[in-house]
């Protein structure tokens, strides 16, 4: 919300500087993000009038000005702009003047005439960033004076960043209450008198939706001059506000809107037919809206129709139909309430956001119609002229909020602020915010005003006494809390613990958002359903994800684009599977790697990351539990991983606990990827489960080792024959290690070579090479029957 100040003190006028102003409302949770000056710094710039203009002897762009400027002698000026005339007033830089950038006027010939000053624009003055010409200032404007004080250009702009609930403030009126209740004084609301009725003619308006529209008044204004000039005075506020001149009819609208903070709307009244209808739209229609969209209507939709088709999205934005134009003479003014539930993602449904849905999603102050169209009428009718006619109101009093009381106890009032407040003060700090009270024996009973929505249950009365009071003058004290020992069981693995083992491999943890732009996570898991948000904050965060690679690829993207070339990501996350009636929300471990295995160094020869390098640190984080033994990786088909460096992470159940992989080619491509991009993810709760470590006893005898060079099937994992040899149950196998895999010339085709390095270790006895060919001849035979094993020759 911007707030001119100078508007904003026409309501209440504390003795407070801007900064002291702006660290007040910070204070009190209207947090200031910005103060910024309407103008730049100039000096010496007055209000001339034109009195002469000649053509340039030597130039056809360039005219000689004589202006009036409120000295003895005409001021000759040669300009280069197009829409001056004579009569016109203008702001005229003198000589010496500073203007914004550092520019000095000084005296000077232009093609041989001599210029004392030059004409400004609002583009030479600071007010904009680009301009059509010389600044155009009305006739009233006073010939010599200075233009910072006829235009108040010494003004600041207040932006305040306000948190949802707090639409009360989404109006100059609206802050000026706030500050009124800061520095307890009063500030009077504007004072609106009834419009005199200079016609009859009413308009039918039907409600069909009185649920979602309770309140409308409408107006018909005949006879209004669209070509109007808008004062400047008008003109000037909406700029500061972020809004440009658009008609005085349409002016006039964004004017009360950000005065009293009430939307209203204009139709022209020979566009529309048949009279207004509140309603939901109908299937298959469409609508022009102003900023040139069509857009097809969803069902649920409320709409302003007339007796052929849908005018404006309720609350929204006006249709372009009925518009209105420079050949509007007639017009349809309203004026709504429409329910904040109704109102809430709307617009965004439609990809919208006005400032119109902005405050009614928010929720505007349902007592303020009926003054707010009479404001509006007042202001259209002087400076476009017209004839007013009378108000037709279809009110639905039953669906209106209704005002309620909440009961505020003292003790609760105390226990929560730890200070105690007389009872009078606290009535006082109250009353400020426009709220009825009355003593009671416990507390206080309070009535908030219509438009503090926010204010429902006896914590937001607290806090609203707390903001008021100021939060800086709360006494500070530490609670006592008791310091109770928790368990931890050495038989939990914890999360930290696998965070710290990535971070010293090189990773960094991400955090990014649970909801995921739909079309990424239907490329990544097309098979699976996604669960929708009814009203996401932007169209590319609109379902959760069912995993957690689509935020790790679009960290990584962004990186990436920002010449980062080694990326190592990992987060910890829930993820969201199954449909909103049967949620699973799993927390799992998921990383990210692509770039070089190791940042630029000498010792080695630099190589990018490959299946291997991420497959050691998934291995790594499996070694915590202790159990590494019961993982397995298993080939296997993943829709976001390329089909032949791809795994499914099982454990010793059977049950796939993670996937790793390298990223799709066509993803790679479609995700604008430079390079291999390798993807891991697991199962929280497989990490958590730990081993304990238990002590077995050292053998005083020495060991044997025996090397087997074995062909077995090319498709067959080594882990499989691994598992085998292991699970054999003899006591004397205490590992078995791979330590060469070989294919090609002298092997079979469709066969490998696998060398494998048996350990055997007795702790009662000393092996002979009996035993020892013993265990390895039933070790042959296991494999030859499970896998068709057999020695390389």
Sequence with gaps: ????????????????????????????????????????????VVIGEIASLDPHPDADRLRICRLNVGQSEPLQVVTGAQNVYVGMRVPVALDGAQLPGGITIKPSKLRGVPSHGMLCSEKELGMAEAAEGVMDLPQEAPVGGDIRAYLQLDDRVIEVELTPNRADCLSVEGVAREVAALNGMVCTPLAVAETAITHGDTWTVTVSAPVECPCYLGRLIKGVDSTAITPLWMAERLRRAGLRSLGPVVDVTNYVLLEMGQPLHAFDAAKVQGGIHVRKALAGETLALLNEQTIKLDANTLVIADAGSPLALAGIMGGKTSAVSDDTADIFLECAFFDPAAMMGEARRYGLHTDSSHRFERGVDPAMQQRAIERATQLILSLAGGQAGPITEQTSAAQLPASHTIELRAAKLGKILGLSLATAQVSDLLRRLGMTV???????????????FDVAIEVDLIEEIARIY??????????????????????????????????DRGYQEAITYSFVDPAMQ?????????????????ADLAVMRTQLWAGLLHAARHNQARQEHRIRLFESGLRFQGTLADIRQEPCLAGLALGPVWPQQWADKARAVDFYDVKADVEALLSLTGRADAFQFQA???????????????DDAGRRIGWLGLLHPHLEKTFDFTGNVFLFELELAALSEKRLPSFHLLSRFPSMRRDLALVIDAQLAAGHVQNAILTMGNALIQSVCVFDVYSGPGVESGSKSLALTLLLQDTQDTLTDERVDTVITDVLEKLHRDFGAKLRD
């Design 636 to 650: 296997a088909q993943h829709p976001a991983l390329h089909p032949g460096q791809s795994a499914a992470i099982v």
């Design 1 to 44: 919300m911007r707030v001119s100040e100078i508007w904003l003190r026409e309501f209440v006028n504390p003795p407070l500087d801007t900064d002291g102003l702006v660290k007040q409302l910070t204070m009190a949770g209207l947090e200031v993000d910005a103060v910024e000056p309407v103008a730049g710094e100039f000096q010496r």
């Design 522 to 538: 239907q490329a990544l898991t097309p098979d699976e359903p996604c669960i929708a948000l009814k009203n996401p904050i932007s």
């Design 470 to 503: 100021g939060y800086d003058r709360l006494p500070r004290q530490v609670p006592v809390m008791g310091n109770a020992l928790l368990d931890a069981p050495e038989g939990q693995l914890p999360l930290d613990r696998s965070k710290d083992l990535l971070v």
């Design 438 to 452: 009355e003593a009671t024996d416990a507390g206080w009973r309070v009535t908030p005003p219509s438009y503090r």
